[in-house]
């Protein structure tokens, strides 16, 4: 898993401690892809994947990995840090075309990958997307398509009673933009 310096994706003045309160994380070089078709859930859990059962949600998986089901017949699966990714980034590489209705999705070039995480990361985001991302709402393994910024954007809530962590992936062209948005929307929380 890659990660920026902190400086990079926190105001200047922010300190220490909040840190833990309010982060941003680049995870856009860790491995990720989606399979679609109407045998891509027979071919994951396959594959040892617990699939979720409905469109919108994600499951974590045993390595610590996610699986998210985006519709009736697409899947995204993230990466885990514990492997850095290896797992996911070796499914992409095994999959081979062949008569079943499952077809390779590569996200590694067109979606970037960040992570917000903290106690605020619920009140950032309301500044930026109009969908409630509260835990109430929005619990532990809820997906959300929607609107960022006024950028596509898929959230998925990954985090643990501990730590609040949303992980947002969208078009990889917009990550300067969009790191700059959640920059803007963090600031409030110096103070």
Request: charged share 20%.
């Amino acid at each position: 898993m890659t990660s920026l310096k902190a400086e990079a994706f926190t105001p200047p003045s922010l300190p220490a401690e909040l840190l833990q309160s309010c982060a941003l994380t680049d995870l856009t070089d860790s491995p990720r892809v989606g399979f679609r078709g109407a045998d891509s859930a027979a071919y994951l859990e396959a594959r040892g994947y617990r699939l979720p059962t409905l469109p919108n949600q994600a499951l974590r998986q045993e390595d610590g990995g996610w699986v998210a089901r985006l519709s009736a017949t697409e899947y995204l699966l993230l990466g885990s840090a514990a492997d850095q990714g290896a797992r996911v980034a070796a499914e992409e590489n095994a999959w081979v075309q062949d008569a079943r209705r499952n077809y390779l999705l590569p996200r590694q070039d067109s979606h970037a990958w960040l992570q917000l995480s903290g106690e605020y990361c619920s009140a950032v985001m309301a500044k930026l997307c109009g969908v409630d991302l509260r835990l109430p709402a929005f619990p532990v393994g809820a997906v959300a398509q929607t609107s960022v910024a006024r950028i596509n954007v898929i959230v998925v809530n990954v985090g643990t009673d501990d730590l609040p962590t949303l992980q947002l992936l969208f078009d990889r062209a917009s990550l300067a933009y969009m790191r700059a948005a959640m920059l803007d929307a963090m600031a409030e929380f110096e103070e």
